[in-house]
Nanobody, 113 residues
Framework: QVRLVESGGGLVQAGGSLRLSCAAS????????MGWYRQAPGKQRDLVAT???????NYAESVKGRFTISRDNAKNMVYLQMNSLKPEDTAVYYC???????WGQGTQVTVSS
């Protein structure tokens, strides 16, 4: 069972930046495809970005050019650097082990206008 713990959320003004971190337990982390999803109030969970074991990266159109996903296999960590934040980025952000379908508990990101 993979355990995922997110951190780094908070309140930031529009145009600001935040860096989310996800700590993953378990072995063979480097083989796992990882991702970030988000869920805004009253909306469904949407894909933000994914990074494969081979570091192939995909982004949602809405965050391209502003967000950067990365991973550190030596530390079992996944990161999401979020720049030029907008109020519409406000959501709970979840770290996901895509292959295993494991989700973290989420971290709240709130962007004020």
């Amino acid at each position: 069972q993979v355990r995922l713990v997110e951190s780094g959320g908070g309140l930031v003004q529009a145009g600001g930046s935040l860096r989310l971190s996800c700590a993953a337990s378990g072995n063979f982390f480097s083989y796992n495809n990882m991702g970030w999803y988000r869920q805004a109030p009253g909306k469904q969970r949407d894909l933000v970005a994914t990074i494969s074991s081979g570091e192939i990266i995909n982004y949602a159109e809405s965050v391209k050019g502003r967000f950067t996903i990365s991973r550190d296999n030596a530390k079992n960590m996944v990161y999401l650097q979020m720049n030029s934040l907008k109020p519409e980025d406000t959501a709970v952000y979840y770290c996901v082990d895509v292959g295993r379908g494991s989700w973290g508990q989420g971290t709240q990101v709130t962007v004020s206008s």
